[in-house]
């Protein structure tokens, strides 16, 4: 593959310009006008995605379950994101996860460097996204690593710092995977498929997982700079564990940004290609940094993706060509967070 082999540009931590106490940022994370996040203009306080609480899955009363499925439905036909409660995490794997990985960055730039990550896998210690040269960057830097399928997975590329990061990040891992399985399950019978339907279009248990830490440094000038730039996520289902008490994330809803505000140990779902793959932004705070982690449920990556053969019909008919997911995250890869939408122009010549 040609192109891939380096960044472009030399890397610059975000971290290291946020702590060098300059008051101005550098020119290359100055948005244009029109993707600024407008600070006076936020959203209503008094709305918030829809808030679901998943024990009525398994608390054994059928009128509780029919009940929760539909609040499934309707949060992902009305929003595509929502957040849940009683997921079967416990509280302080959720709370420790975040703040292993809170540790991580603040351990010395020589530790997070021996993992800095290349274009070619985008795994480790990383401060972009996309390879265009001379394009505007987002302000946060991350780490990227994967856990299924198995053959992926390498220790050997998680950070070994903080010393109990690999287990932790492990025990999080399989736990949110069973969560993805979950869902996945309440959406066959969302959409009157099969219950697992697509679990198994998905490759069964050789799903694909992969977990981006993402750290937005304190920015002296919030109001010019994006943490990161307006995307919709490509792979199947995210699931989203933000900060305890720095929020950040936006949610387009028509022609407003809403701030979405976390509940406590709460994980937010972002249901992706199957319904509505809802654009979302993160803005960033001059007073405080902030962590979260985006684990990425996605199918396997050689699969060639396509509709429910039983959802196409004259009135619904299939929108993209048939690709494998390998293919369409190359998009993101190579263009950036919005690379997504130019598979769109691939339309003509499916
Ligand atoms: C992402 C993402 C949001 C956040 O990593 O894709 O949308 O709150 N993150 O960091
Ligand atoms: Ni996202």
Redesign the pocket.
Known sequence: MIGLCDWPEPVVRVQSLSESGKRTIPDRYIKPPSDRPSLINSSPPDINIPLIDLSGLTNGDLAVRESTLKEISDACREWGFFQVINHGLKPELVDGAREIWREFFHESMEVKQRYANSPKTYEGYGSRLGLQKGSILDW?D?YFLHYLPSSLKDHNKWPDKPSSLREVVEEYSKEIVKLGNVLLEVFSINLGLKHDYLQNVFGGGDVGACL?V?F?PKCPQPDLAL??SS?S?PGGL?F?L??EDVS??QIRRGEEWIT?KPVRHGI?V?SNAIYKSVE???IVNPNKE?V?L?Y?YNPKADLLIHPAPELITPETPSRYPSMTFDDYRLFIRTKG?QGKSQVESLKSQS
Do not use: E, K, Q
């Open positions: 946060c991350y981006r993402n937005y943490g990161l995307h996520d995210t989203l933000p900060d950040g994330l979405v937010i972002i979302h932004r993160v902030r979260s985006a990425f967070p």
